[in-house]
């Protein structure tokens, strides 16, 4: 089915928002460089100076920003359609992320999510989990031997290798496969360029190589796969048909791949270096976790372990995604005028809601700012539908957060059963935390693994 280029995406963003408070910092950059290294900081400042809604200035964009369980459950929702996903993205991830979920809306939006479904549902998930384990245990029993071992680097290639075969149905042994790596890696850094201009010898360019590389290696995999019997994403996605019995062509297959790998490979790797660094830090529930999962009498999880069955796992990976959300900051923009927090907002304003911010309010969560997933079995995040919102909602609520929890917690099972964690020196924490694009500890985790 083909979809015409809605008429807003044609528009300049509204930069006119004298109707809302707030300041826009310094000339062109705005708030960019204090928002980077503190963002709740800088966000808390706004929120107890102005209100709930304010204005903004960050990387060169203008923008309203609307904090709170309320204004992310209306964005979300959007029961009105009055919100581009599409537009509020295409700054920053439009041509690195050209063609994938995110960069559609409205009835396109649920077109393309159809064609995706199949590869989520619960007898592929099963066999997922199965795909994991011997790559899971084969990465992490090299580690521990290694007197200078950081976290963070090792749980990345371990899970671009998780990636390789579940994803993709392959090792990543192979020269071409060590290239698909570093393809992913120079996109990935080209989309924090701040010179977003694909020219030579710019940060911007690398990126942009990155994504033409991984599109040409995407479009010949495609027709390879269809037809074939496989148990990877890829040939599911491969072999998606639509209801005129047409499969989907090499391109939009293609670019459904490259996000949906690049989605599901940071965030994890970002929720897995934090969870150590909690854990590292607190022995009682690392200890707590690791009993619990002994008493199953079992190395690896199982499929029915998953979601909610073991209470204490479940808990820990909600509470780290509440203190270090995979995104931050969840950006649309609207498409008609709208009223958010007793304001109106004119047609194509960018406005931004704040998971980062929501799961720490103090009006809403006990020690809002220390580690302690007990508050879930207190059920504090059930005080609204939106409080915690780590994977959005709605529409687009993330479609692959149960395949997150999956990797989240086999991995983390896998880890406490191996080794005892701590941290490699004094003084680790607290740390000084990177926050984007993706959270992690900016001395990249050093750790002490002792095997069990």
Same mark, same amino acid.
């Given at each position: 089915?083909?979809?015409? %280029?809605?008429?807003?995406?044609?528009?300049?963003?509204?930069?006119?928002?004298?109707?809302?408070?707030?300041?826009?910092?310094?000339?062109?950059?705005?708030?960019?460089?204090?928002?980077?290294?503190? $963002?709740?900081?800088?966000?808390?400042?706004?929120?107890?100076?102005?209100?709930?809604?304010?204005?903004?200035?960050?990387?060169?964009?203008?923008?309203?920003?609307?904090?709170?369980?309320?204004?992310?459950?209306? *964005?979300?929702?959007?029961?009105?359609?009055?919100?581009?996903?599409?537009?509020?993205?295409?700054?920053?991830?439009?041509d690195f992320f050209a063609?994938?979920?995110?960069?559609?809306?409205?009835?396109?939006?649920?077109?393309?999510?159809?064609?995706?479904?199949?590869?989520?549902?619960?007898?592929?998930?099963?066999?997922?989990?199965?795909?994991?384990? $011997?790559?899971?245990?084969?990465?992490?029993?090299?580690?521990?031997? &290694?007197?200078?071992?950081?976290?963070?680097?090792n749980i990345k290639t371990?899970?671009? &290798?998780?990636?390789?075969?579940?994803?993709?149905?392959?090792?990543?042994?192979?020269?071409?496969?060590? #290239?698909?790596?570093?393809?992913?890696?120079?996109m990935n850094d080209g989309?924090?360029?701040?010179?977003?201009?694909? =020219?030579?010898?710019?940060?911007?360019?690398?990126?942009?190589?990155?994504?033409?590389?991984?599109?040409?290696?995407?479009?010949?995999?495609?027709?390879?796969?269809?037809?074939?019997?496989?148990?990877?994403?890829?040939?599911?996605?491969?072999?998606?048909?639509?209801?005129?019995?047409?499969?989907?062509?090499?391109?939009?297959?293609?670019?459904?791949?490259?996000? *949906?790998? *690049?989605? #599901?490979?940071?965030?994890?790797?970002?929720? %897995?270096?934090?969870?150590?660094?909690?854990?590292?830090?607190?022995?009682? =529930?690392?200890?707590?976790?690791?009993?619990?999962?002994? #008493?199953?009498?079992?190395?690896?999880?199982?499929?029915?372990?998953?979601?909610?069955?073991?209470?204490?796992?479940?808990?820990?990976?909600?509470?780290?995604?509440?203190?270090?959300?995979?995104?931050?900051?969840?950006?649309?923009?609207?498409?008609?005028?709208?009223?958010?927090?007793?304001?109106?907002?004119?047609?194509?304003?960018?406005?931004?809601?704040?998971?980062?911010?929501?799961?720490?309010?103090?009006?809403?969560?006990?020690?809002?700012?220390?580690? &302690?997933?007990?508050?879930?079995?207190?059920?504090?995040?059930?005080?609204?539908?939106? *409080?915690?919102?780590?994977?959005?909602?709605?529409?687009?609520?993330?479609?692959?957060?149960?395949?997150?929890?999956?990797?989240?917690?086999?991995?983390?099972?896998?880890?406490?059963?191996?080794?005892?964690?701590?941290?490699?020196?004094?003084?680790?924490?607290?740390?000084?935390?990177?926050?984007?694009?993706?959270?992690?500890?900016?001395?990249?985790?050093?750790?002490?693994?002792?095997?069990?």
């Open positions: 089915m083909e979809f015409t %280029l809605p008429e807003y995406t044609r528009h300049k963003d509204n930069k006119r928002l004298d109707n809302i408070p707030g300041s826009y910092g310094l000339p062109v950059v705005g708030n960019t460089f204090r928002f980077v290294v503190q $963002p709740f900081a800088v966000l808390d400042q706004n929120y107890r100076r102005y209100g709930p809604v304010f204005k903004a200035s960050l990387t060169f964009q203008k923008f309203v920003c609307a904090l709170g369980p309320d204004f992310i459950q209306q *964005l979300m929702l959007d029961t009105s359609q009055s919100f581009s996903t599409r537009m509020g993205y295409e700054g920053p991830l439009g063609g994938g979920l995110l960069m559609r809306d409205f009835d396109e939006h649920k077109f393309h999510r159809r064609i995706m479904q199949t590869a989520f549902k619960t007898d592929a998930m099963r066999t997922y989990v199965e795909l994991m384990h $011997p790559v899971i245990d084969r990465e992490m029993g090299r580690w521990g031997q &290694d007197s200078g071992f950081h976290f963070y680097p371990l899970l671009l &290798d998780v990636g390789a075969r579940v994803f993709l149905g392959m090792d990543l042994e192979g020269p071409e496969t060590r #290239a698909l790596n570093q393809s992913f890696v120079d989309i924090l360029a701040l010179i977003r201009r694909d =020219w030579p010898g710019l940060r911007y360019r690398k990126g942009m190589n990155g994504r033409r590389a991984l599109e040409k290696f995407f479009f010949e995999l495609v027709p390879q796969r269809r037809g074939a019997q496989g148990n990877d994403m890829a040939t599911y996605f491969a072999n998606e048909k639509s209801e005129d019995g047409e499969y989907y062509s090499d391109q939009v297959v293609g670019e459904h791949l490259i996000f *949906l790998l *690049l989605a #599901a490979h940071d965030t994890t790797t970002s929720a %897995l270096t934090m969870a150590a660094y909690y854990l590292a830090n607190d022995q009682q =529930w690392q200890q707590r976790l690791r009993e619990g999962l002994q #008493a199953l009498g079992r190395d690896h999880l199982e499929y029915g372990d998953l979601g909610g069955a073991i209470p204490d796992l479940d808990n820990c990976f909600k509470e780290v995604l509440r203190m270090n959300p995979p995104v931050p900051m969840l950006m649309r923009r609207t498409v008609k005028e709208v009223e958010v927090g007793g304001f109106q907002l004119q047609p194509h304003t960018m406005l931004q809601v704040s998971p980062l911010y929501t799961h720490r309010m103090e009006e809403w969560w006990s020690n809002p700012h220390q580690f &302690d997933p007990d508050r879930f079995a207190r059920e504090e995040h059930k005080q609204h539908s939106f *409080l915690w919102a780590p994977f959005g909602g709605g529409a687009h609520k993330c479609i692959g957060l149960h395949f997150a929890d999956m990797l989240f917690k086999t991995a983390l099972s896998r880890l406490l059963l191996s080794y005892r964690v701590s941290f490699a020196k004094p003084g680790q924490y607290p740390g000084r935390i990177q926050h984007f694009p993706f959270a992690k500890p900016m001395d990249n985790l050093p750790l002490k693994l002792e095997r069990l």
